[in-house]
């Protein structure tokens, strides 16, 4: 069997199905092609869907930024009513706490530059806002094993970051089922349990895809959105040695336990930053709280050579070393006795910036490398993306001259260049989930 397409996009996560929405509005037939039974059912289902605009960077903040109104605006934006309902802003404010990392300290010049709302707290109207956190630093993060972990700390944090437009999305699938919708009333179509093998090229471009049961689609462009399968991709692709910014699969646990009875985290809990203590954690469904790791330093990074296996199990070592230090934070937390979480991998660039860009290979592009942090980008990354597919395939040099577009609700101008595969390794990046 022969398909033939304008644009065959390799993924079918929130990012790949943004960009076919994106796309499609622009007029081209897209077909995202994914290997699971559904739109979002890869890593994007296990993601903690947070929507923070702390980046170490101008240009990730600025795009994190723009990418709040698309979720403030979600019915709206997709101009389609979802039969199986429609995704949720939780809109619970974040809490950045002020550590030692000094991450704070380059988001706040970010956030006055570019407008981004927030207060400054001291640690009383953290106590107000949050009487269950403990206000001590416990700095330098530590695992439970250390023996210092629960010793009595000494030192006050200095405060916090509140950013009260911040949130998170309460069903991420859902959100990238939307998107599927909203791209197939614009044509798009979805093809499922339907396994990418071989990049197909001519001697000048990509000329399309074969699927492991031998179906060839023929499209003039194909868009690697592969998740933590990119590298793999890209080497069926051929343009790894083109790229100076390669990606790698990372292994990651997120935990999930009550909050303590007497406080609603649900309603009254904001997702906090905590990076003194090397967690992140957000209000959940059923006063649940969500953590997971800021990387720090002490905790092992776990490198998967092959995306296809890899140990789903959570570890007793790592949920002690999430949900411990949690109680820290929070001294009343109770220690649920059965561990509850997920586990999947994130798609990590070498300096944890991802990588939005066309390739060395003519027609073949990628929207890859977005490193644990880029779920809340999806909407804004699918209008830069079909930007730049769009110029490129139109005869524009991006490499010389890189595509920028204008944000669509904060109007500010988003540079695709900072994102291209040729760039030095970003040394201002926080190496970590704060990208
Ligand atoms: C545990 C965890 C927590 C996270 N928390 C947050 C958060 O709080 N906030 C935030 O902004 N971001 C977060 N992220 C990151 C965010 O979820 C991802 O950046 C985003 O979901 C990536 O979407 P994607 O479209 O690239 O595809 P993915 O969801 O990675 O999906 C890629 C798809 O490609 C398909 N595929 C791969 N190879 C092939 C092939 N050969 N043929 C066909 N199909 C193929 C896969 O089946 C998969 O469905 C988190 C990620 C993880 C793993």
């Known amino acids: 069997m022969r398909d033939a397409q304008d644009v065959v996009v390799i993924g079918a996560g929130v990012i790949g199905a943004a960009i076919a929405f994106e796309l499609s509005k622009k007029g081209y037939r897209t077909l995202n092609i994914d290997k699971l039974p559904a739109a979002g059912y890869g890593p994007t289902s296990n993601s903690c869907a947070i929507v923070r605009a702390h980046y170490s960077s101008r240009e990730g903040v600025a795009m994190a ?48 530059d570019l407008g981004v709302a927030y207060e400054e707290w001291d640690n009383d109207e953290l106590c107000r806002r949050m009487p269950i956190y403990d206000t001590h630093a416990f700095w330098p993060p530590k695992r439970p094993s250390d023996p210092h972990f629960w010793d009595v700390p000494e030192r006050e944090l200095d405060g916090a970051i509140y950013t009260p437009e911040s949130g998170y999305v309460n069903d991420p699938q859902l959100a990238t089922h939307n998107l599927q919708r909203a791209a197939e009333a614009q044509g798009g179509r979805f093809l499922f349990r339907a396994e990418v093998a071989e990049i197909r090229r001519s001697r000048e471009r990509v000329v399309g895809v074969t699927l492991a049961d031998g179906r060839e689609i023929d499209a003039p462009v194909v868009v690697n959105v592969a998740g933590p399968h990119s590298f793999v991709i890209n080497r069926m692709a051929g343009v790894e040695d083109g790229m100076n910014v390669k990606t790698r699969a990372l292994r990651h646990e997120v935990h999930h336990v009550p909050a303590p009875p007497d ?143 204008k944000a669509r609700y904060t109007g500010v101008e988003l540079d695709a260049g900072f994102y291209s595969r040729g760039r030095e390794i970003n040394r201002d990046s926080s190496f970590s989930v704060n990208g």
């Open 263 to 405: 406080f609603d985290f649900e309603s009254d809990g904001c997702h906090t930053s905590d990076g003194d203590t090397g967690i992140y954690f957000r209000p959940d469904a059923g006063n649940h709280i969500l953590i997971g790791s800021e990387d720090p330093d002490c905790d092992p990074r776990v490198w998967v050579e092959n995306p296809d296996q890899y140990d789903r199990h959570i570890t007793e070592a790592q949920w002690e070393a999430q949900v411990y230090r949690l109680a820290r934070r929070i001294p009343t937390l109770g220690i649920p006795h059965q561990r509850r979480g997920v586990v999947d991998l994130y798609d990590v660039s070498d300096d944890w910036i991802p990588i939005y860009d066309r390739s060395d290979l003519p027609g073949f592009y990628m929207a890859i490398g977005t490193s644990g942090n880029q779920f809340k980008n999806a909407p804004p990354v699918g209008h830069l993306m079909a930007e730049l597919i769009d110029r490129v395939e139109h005869g524009h040099d991006h490499d010389r001259d890189s595509v920028k577009v």
């Open 65 to 112: 930024y723009e990418g709040f109104s698309y979720w403030q605006d979600w019915e709206s934006y997709l101009g389609v009513t979802d039969d199986a309902s429609t995704a949720r802003y939780m809109n619970s404010g974040t809490i950045l706490l002020k550590s030692a990392t000094g991450h704070h300290e380059k988001v706040l010049k970010h956030y006055r």
